[in-house]
């Protein structure tokens, strides 16, 4: 006995229901001779929703599309299993239904809601019953949904009620070395522990702070890969399943290679960005290019995910601005292609200034004046945004955000971060990775991006006179292995410093991150690329008085 299995790795649109619908019906019109299409979790809404599945309207809208999409499959070909919101006796679950024979053949609700992280759904859905395999043209099939897969008691008692193989829809977001935990660590335990075969199927795209990578794949009972789908890209591909009297078996395919680190986590970037871009309709993005190596890093990404001609940099110089940054920023425009404007703020800080001399009478310049340079900058690429229409892509990386190293209002000001979730060190690595690589999908040029001296020049935000990072923070290859203990691991002060790390500077490291709570809170969304970003993972209080120390 012989099942054609279409797997269906694909992008969403959360909230758009009918261009949704349509996405799918597209590809049941494409694969007339397969038996069962499989789509993502939630692929019928747009995952995650959020708040919006609160909205009645959406749910009434996604049920009238449902009912369309059975009707469709009453010519006798393939059924669909899609993934959508429930509603059953008042509750709302996350579930799938199986559309055959014009109609909904089969509904199937998921167990294990999860509630840590990026993800609250337990405050969004009721938590289905563990449940029965499909029964599905003469095989039975368990649909344990995303977190399901991550316990064994949901694979047991499909396995137990008979199921014969298991398909996984999935939406699970890209974190750095994932890849490996879903198919090594999960998927595989639980083929080990059921001896059934196992499709994992992952949507693709960017939604919001989030950006899934796909890496779909199939194991079978016997552990082996069967199927590896790319990452980042669409992949809808047929596969070709066998029963016997030894089980079904998923007979093999494509093997496609994963991006490796760091890569992926650049991918993960241009695809973040430019889903965001265009899914709310920007025309482009405009940003500030300093000639320091984090808005080199942010306008390549932006090159690759939108292509030069959406990219606007603008050099922003003050009397603190080095020749080799306005140098170097001329030449990064020149090496990726897009366009370059310079406006010099000189005559707006002079204007502060005055404005401000009977106020600050008597002061000595400090921070504040810094700061005021900052801001000039922000109003400055805020009025071409407002002008022109091109989102403000802001430039911070994490390391700066952790210990409040940008101004409220000014670098921080502006619509989206690529690098909100990559510490320098991650910077300094990205940027030497895309001088010597291109993505595959990237739209930018092939060779280098930047001089190499903006990668190994010492960073500063040249707000006044020899300035460095240096003077402010410690070196970047001891800050971020402190804050990845704080924040990544939860560590105290105590465990880092048994690390090696010096007392007083883990315990000022330490405070710095919990004041700066009140500026990350105000920050744009980024894509998140770790295990614990700033917003939705990493959610402190803003007042706060504990300390590790």
């Known amino acids: 006995m012989q099942l054609k299995i279409v797997l269906a790795q694909m992008s969403q649109s959360v909230g758009d229901l009918k261009g949704n619908a349509a996405g799918m019906l597209d590809i049941r019109a494409r694969f007339q001779d397969a038996d069962l299409i499989v789509f993502p979790e939630l692929q019928m809404i747009g995952y995650p929703p959020e708040d919006l599945v609160l909205k009645p309207a959406l749910i009434e809208r996604a049920d ?17 299993l899609v993934g959508t919101v429930l509603r059953i006796d008042g509750a709302l679950y996350n579930g799938v239904v ?13 167990h294990e809601l999860p509630n840590y992280g990026t993800f609250d759904e337990k405050r969004l859905f009721a938590a ?14 368990g649909v344990p949904i995303c977190e399901d897969i991550w316990f064994s008691s949901v694979t047991d008692h499909l396995k137990l009620a008979g199921a014969e193989l298991l398909i996984v829809p999935n939406g699970s977001p890209y974190e750095i070395d994932k890849d490996d935990l879903r198919v090594s660590g999960v998927a595989a335990a639980r083929v080990t522990e059921t001896g059934l075969p196992l499709a994992y199927l992952n949507r693709i795209g960017g939604q919001d702070e989030l ?24 992949a809808v591909i047929e596969t070709l399943w066998t029963g ?128 005021i340079q900052s801001r000039i900058r922000g109003l400055t690429l805020m009025a071409i945004s407002n002008k022109f229409g091109p989102m403000l892509l802001t ?26 979730d990559a510490y320098k060190t991650t910077v300094f690595a990205l940027s030497r990775w895309r001088n010597a690589n291109r993505p595959r999908f990237g739209l930018g040029p092939d060779g280098p991006v930047m001089p190499d001296r903006v990668i190994t020049r010492p960073p500063s935000a040249e707000l006044r006179d020899d300035q460095q990072d240096s003077d ?12 990845h203990g704080l924040v990544e691991q939860e560590l105290s002060v105590s465990e880092i410093v048994a690390k090696g790390f ?19 809170r105000q920050s744009p969304p980024g894509v998140k690329l770790g295990s614990r970003n700033f917003g939705r993972d990493r959610r402190y209080p803003i007042t706060n008085a504990f300390r590790t120390i």
């Open 395 to 420: 430039t911070g990386n994490k390391s700066e955000m952790s210990v409040g190293y940008a101004t409220i209002y000014g670098d921080m000001a502006g619509g989206y971060s690529v690098l909100k």
């Open 128 to 141: 289905g019953p563990l449940s029965e395999p499909i029964a599905f043209r003469g095989v039975k099939i």
């Open 244 to 371: 016997g009297e030894n089980g079904w078996r998923c007979e093999p395919g494509r093997i496609a290679t994963l991006d490796p680190n760091p890569a992926d986590i650049y991918s993960a970037m241009v695809v973040g960005l430019r889903d965001y871009v265009n899914a709310n309709r920007f025309p482009g993005v405009v940003l500030g290019l300093s000639g320091g190596i984090d808005s080199a890093l942010s306008a390549a990404v932006a090159v690759d995910a939108l292509g030069a001609d959406r990219v606007w940099c603008v050099m922003l110089p003050s009397r603190f601005t080095a020749d080799i940054s306005t140098s170097d920023a001329a030449e990064c425009a020149r090496m990726m292609g897009c366009r370059l404007d310079t406006i010099p703020i000189a005559e707006a800080m002079m204007a502060f200034d005055s404005m401000l001399s009977g106020v600050f009478e008597g002061r000595t310049p400090d921070l504040a004046e810094e700061n």
């Open 472 to 483: 402010s923070l410690p070196p970047y290859d001891v800050l971020d292995p402190i804050l």
């Open 64 to 80: 009238a599309e449902l009912v369309e999409m059975a009707r469709v499959t009453g010519d006798g070909g393939p059924a669909m």
């Open 98 to 110: 199986l559309l055959d024979g014009g109609k909904v053949a089969a509904v199937r609700t998921k």
């Open 211 to 234: 950006v899934f990578d796909g890496a779909s794949f199939v194991l079978n009972g016997d552990g082996s890969l069967a199927h590896q789908f790319p990452d980042w890209d669409e």
């Open 502 to 520: 010096d007392h007083d500077v883990v315990a000022r490291i330490e405070r710095l991150l919990y004041v700066a709570e009140y500026k990350r």
